[in-house]
């Protein structure tokens, strides 16, 4: 599908241990060429703002692209100048949060060779996880970054994330020996992308990137009043109690 669009989605989140607690909320995701980023009118700009030092950790700052070649070079794939799409929330009035964010990276025949998934916390860290292209199948891989206050970096993520149409569908399980599966989903609809569009979305989703960051940690603040015992998150390559290898 041709890029740029919008989707408005729906997020949930579902955990079935040690307390039985599921949440959704309403958001919206830009679905994008990384080399034809939207140009929008003046009057819009700040409702939308795509950053390369939003993305990835490493990389020059200008170009998106070029961080999406550095984080494909350091796992040896080239694209050979191949289209990466996107999907992924801009800055708003100057506020950016993106938990996960997707790019499907084809070579130059159109062949999807890997998606890589970008996850970001709430403490301000971010991880990549490049995924081998698997013809819409979900794909299992280490879990390799500290997210939920309430999860050691131990067990492994099924992801499923086919190329967007008509709809947006993601769904991320995180497996952990000993617990029944933490499983979130990203389900939208697409919408095409116009001006009166993205006015539409900051009228019914505002300030959207912060309401996704305050609906996580009221969540969490939930949880912890249930009696879920928090994970010291590691410091300095330190193991945290669980067990989690360093960094």
Not at 99 to 123: K, M
Not at 127 to 145: D, F, G, L
Request: aromatic share 10%.
């Amino acid at each position: 599908m041709t890029a740029p669009a919008l989707y408005r989605t729906t997020i949930r989140h579902r955990r079935q241990a040690p307390v039985h607690h599921e949440f959704e909320f309403r958001s919206y995701s830009w679905y994008v060429d990384v080399d034809e980023l939207p140009k929008l009118p003046w009057w819009l700009r700040p409702f939308a703002r795509f950053e390369a030092v939003d993305h990835f950790n490493d990389g020059p700052a200008d170009s998106l692209r070029q961080r999406v070649g550095a984080c494909l070079a350091a796992h040896d794939v080239d694209l050979g100048g191949g289209t990466v799409t996107a999907a992924l929330q801009p800055r708003v009035l100057g506020y950016v949060f993106n938990p996960l964010s997707l790019y499907w990276c084809h070579d130059t025949t159109g062949e999807l060779r890997c998606v890589i998934a970008e996850v970001h916390n709430t403490y301000g860290d971010r991880h990549a996880y490049v995924i081998p292209a698997q013809q819409n199948r979900s794909v299992m891989i280490p879990k390799e970054m500290y997210v939920s206050p309430f999860n050691g970096v131990d067990g492994h993520y099924r992801i499923s994330a086919p190329l967007p149409g008509a709809v947006l569908d993601v769904v991320v399980s995180l497996h952990r020996e000993g617990h029944p599966p933490f499983v979130a989903t990203v389900h939208g609809e697409r919408r095409q992308f116009t001006p009166r569009q993205v006015l539409v979305l900051q009228l019914v989703a505002p300030l959207a990137p912060l309401m996704g960051t305050l609906a996580i940690r009221f969540h969490g603040i939930l949880l912890w009043l249930r009696g879920l015992t928090v994970v010291p998150r590691r410091h300095g390559g330190e193991i945290d109690v669980e067990g989690a290898k360093p960094r």
